[in-house]
């Protein structure tokens, strides 16, 4: 672990004590690997400050898994209840297709979305976040297969057998090759004909620009609100992933920056790190990562964003925040 290690002095890191001035509401995290183990993955998220984490439970990149170590899971879950770690997120791997229209890597994509569902309840995670799947030019149906899918997963699954209940997050897409998601409309239709109270939403910042949503100033931003509202309800947006953008407004490439050097760029987080339905929400950075530094200093630059209270202020309290029952920002928590 090198986490111990000094971060890369950058011209944009705020003083080390605005973040001890923060609103307690908002939760800011990172991905980490949880190679040597879930505990000590824990450890690793508090030593980068995080108050909220994401892991792989295996590896996103291949089908086989190895039986889950419960005495490590049971020590993280501890340890993340000593230190204050909430949620706990875990990301599906990337080989689940439920929008295949291929019979075998359908039926194995559901095997193993069932598995992973089993494995967050071993592990107590909040959320395991899924990409839906993607389907080949010209197909109509894959909506169709996923919303099969899902509830023979969830069926399969019922929560009374659980201690945790896991919550299935499906995350909006780049919409790159054929991704589905990429439409906040799609994952509300997704959410509607699967009807479970076990379904939310990850809103990925870098895919949201990508799929054409305007998140570059706040006016953009509060379009796109309103957008994700109207389609899946706001309140079903439980994660946020924090990532900047390598490619424009409507590229339909999913190449994730660091926070505030791509194309939604410092303006465009201020703008979301201070929105007032949004700040509430827990975030997590999925940012290129070379070493700690690279967190650290995205970490920074959000915390940084989210104290820089001026937009919150100006913001009108609109018809949207009185449905979700919110007021103005009271003075205690107005920040600098
Ligand atoms: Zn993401
Ligand atoms: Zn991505």
Known sequence: MTSRSKPARSGAAPPATRS???PESIRVGAHVSIAGGLAKAVYHARALGCHTMQVFSKSPRGWAARPLDQKDADRALRLRHEVGISPFIVHAPYLINLASAHPALYEKSIVALADELDRCDAMGADFLVLHVGSVQA???????RVVEALKRVLEHQPSRSLRFSTMVLLENT???RGEVG???EEL????????????????????????????TTPVGVETVVRAIDRAVGLSSVKVIHANDSKKGLGCRVDRHQHIGLG???????RALLTHPLLRRIPMVLETPK???????RNLRTLRRLAASASHVTDFPLTRLQEKHGQRRESQRDRIG
């Open 20 to 22: 001890a001035i923060l």
């Open 138 to 144: 010209e197909q109509t149906d894959g909506i169709d």
């Open 174 to 176: 780049a919409g790159e």
């Open 182 to 184: 990429a439409r906040f």
């Open 188 to 215: 509300g239709e997704i959410m509607h004909r699967v009807g479970s109270d076990r379904m939310g939403v990850c809103l990925d910042t870098c895919h949201t620009l990508a799929a054409g949503y305007d998140v």
């Open 263 to 269: 194309e939604i760029g410092l303006n465009g987080f």
């Open 290 to 296: 070379t070493s700690d530094a690279d967190d650290l």
